[in-house]
């Protein structure tokens, strides 16, 4: 019994962000983070993300005034770190989302260049979000078709970028449809 407490416990931890909508995880990249890393950690000092954000020319207006605490002091953003430019500290990834329903406005990479990290990638185009895949840079960007709601897109592409010659070149682009039910809705059956 109170190994089955433990297990249950530890299923329920509270680390992460939660659900997102930006589709399922693909095992292969869960399994590739959780493998350990042979070389040492290259991930600088905790950044200031929103600092960095606010203060970065190349973010627009728009989304810097869309950037204020959801709770208290808890802004909307998740921050990655890793191996994206070939640097000798990570990069950061940096999504801001909106309060309510964590849809992503912003993606942006930062990369080092003399102990200050520089804008060398920028997505504004909501909804939008940005993540490291075995040292690529892979942003989904969800697509609706007239009459989606919010809550429910239509599609999405998915971009892969790659860093090459001092700046990212898109490799990969794939668009996925999500499961839409084609021809006419059905005509329910008559109470009898």
Not at 95 to 104: E, P, R, S, Y
Request: proline residues 8%.
């Amino acid at each position: 019994m109170l190994g089955t407490a433990v297990l249950f416990a530890a299923g329920c931890g509270t680390g992460g962000t939660g659900a997102r909508d930006e589709g399922p995880a693909h095992a292969d990249s869960v399994a590739s983070r959780a493998a350990p890393s042979a070389t040492p950690s290259r991930r600088p000092e905790r950044v200031d993300a929103v600092r960095l954000i606010k203060g970065d020319p190349e973010v627009s207006t728009e989304v810097k005034r869309e950037l204020k605490p959801c709770v208290a002091d808890e802004y909307p953003v998740d921050v990655s770190y890793g191996n994206l430019t070939g640097g000798s500290v990570d990069d950061l990834v940096v999504n801001v989302l909106t309060c309510g329903d964590a849809v992503g406005i912003g993606s942006y990479v930062y990369r080092d260049q003399g102990g200050s990290y520089v804008n060398v990638f920028t997505a504004e185009e909501p909804p939008v979000y940005a993540e490291i895949d075995r040292g690529d840079l892979v942003v989904t960007k969800q697509v609706y078709d007239r009459g989606d709601p919010v809550s429910s897109p239509s599609g999405e592409n998915v971009i892969t970028y790659r860093w090459a010659s001092g700046r990212f070149s898109e490799e990969y682009r794939t668009h996925n449809d999500y499961g839409q039910v084609a021809g006419p809705e059905p005509v329910p059956a008559p109470d009898d």
